[in-house]
């Protein structure tokens, strides 16, 4: 089993930063695929960006692209979401997921393809 912990959210203004960890633990995710999915209130959870498990290739959704940058680092059993200019419509539950490596595929885009959740992280930005 695997356990997700993410932190770094919080509270701030439209333009600011924010850096979103995940911690995994019980076991190693260097060979697991990645992610970061975000859910506003009202509306479906929606994926935002992953990670191959070398961290070589990264995926965005439209909406973050030139602005959030997932990375990982394996040595240390941990993902990051650098959130960069920030708007309203970044208001979010943010959620880490991990997926179990899959032959010939180095990430995954639908939420049904990961296996192991962390409980989420509020970020709330303000206008």
Do not use: H
């Not at 959030?68 to 997921?97: G, P």
């Amino acid at each position: 089993q695997v356990q997700l912990v993410e932190s770094g959210g919080g509270l701030v203004q439209a333009g600011d930063s924010l850096r979103l960890s995940c911690a995994a633990s019980g076991r190693t995710v260097s060979s697991y695929s990645m992610a970061w999915f975000r859910q506003a209130p009202g509306k479906e959870r929606e994926f935002v960006a992953a990670i191959s498990w070398r961290g070589a290739n990264q995926y965005y959704a439209d909406s973050v692209k030139g602005r959030f940058t997932i990375s990982r680092d394996n040595a240390k059993n941990t993902v990051y979401l650098q959130l960069n200019s920030l708007k309203t419509e970044d208001t979010a539950i943010y959620y880490c997921a991990a997926g179990l490596p899959k032959v010939g595929r180095s990430w995954y885009r639908s939420e049904n393809e990961y296996d192991y959740w962390g409980q989420g992280t509020q970020v709330t930005v303000s206008s």
